[in-house]
C-alpha cells in the first residue's frame, strides 16, 4: 500500500529554522503531486504549500518568504520553514495527490509536530 511519511518536526524558538520531509513508499501506478497541510490546536487543517505536477509552487499568505517548498525526487519533498513564529505552531501534514484517469485519490501522512516559543 502507499503511504506517507513526515519526519523532521520539532520545537524551536521564535526565529529558528526546521525542515520537514515527506517520502512516500509503495507502489502505484499513477502520477502524484504533494502538498503540505497544518493544524493548530482548536483549528482546521489549512493548506501551507504544494508542488503542482508542472513544477510551480504554491504557498499560502502568512509563510510566504518564509517557506520553500522542494522536491528531491519524484517521492520526496521537503519543506525549509525559516524565521518561525509562534503562529506557526501546528501539526504538518503531507497530502499525496494522485492524478490521472484511474487515479483520483488522496492520502495523508501521519503527521509531524513543530512547536515555537516566543
Known amino acids: 500500500a502507499v503511504q506517507a511519511v513526515e519526519s523532521g518536526g520539532g520545537s524551536v524558538q521564535a526565529g529558528g529554522s526546521l525542515k520537514l520531509s515527506c517520502v512516500v513508499s509503495?507502489?502505484?501506478?499513477?502520477?502524484?503531486?504533494m502538498k503540505w497541510y497544518r493544524q493548530a490546536p482548536g483549528k482546521e487543517r489549512e493548506f501551507v504549500s504544494s508542488?503542482?505536477?508542472?513544477?510551480?509552487k504554491t504557498y499560502t499568505d502568512s509563510v510566504k518568504g518564509r517557506f520553500t517548498m522542494s522536491q528531491d525526487v519524484y517521492n520526496l519533498v521537503y519543506l525549509q520553514m525559516n524565521g518561525l513564529k509562534p503562529e506557526d505552531t501546528a501539526m504538518y501534514y503531507c497530502?499525496?495527490?494522485?492524478?490521472?484517469?484511474?487515479?483520483?485519490?488522496?492520502?495523508w501522512g501521519q503527521g509531524t509536530q513543530v512547536t515555537v516559543s516566543s
Open positions: 508542488v503542482e505536477p508542472d513544477g510551480s
Open positions: 509503495g507502489f502505484t501506478h499513477c502520477s502524484y503531486y
Open positions: 497530502k499525496v495527490q494522485a492524478y490521472g484517469l484511474t487515479c483520483n485519490w488522496n492520502l
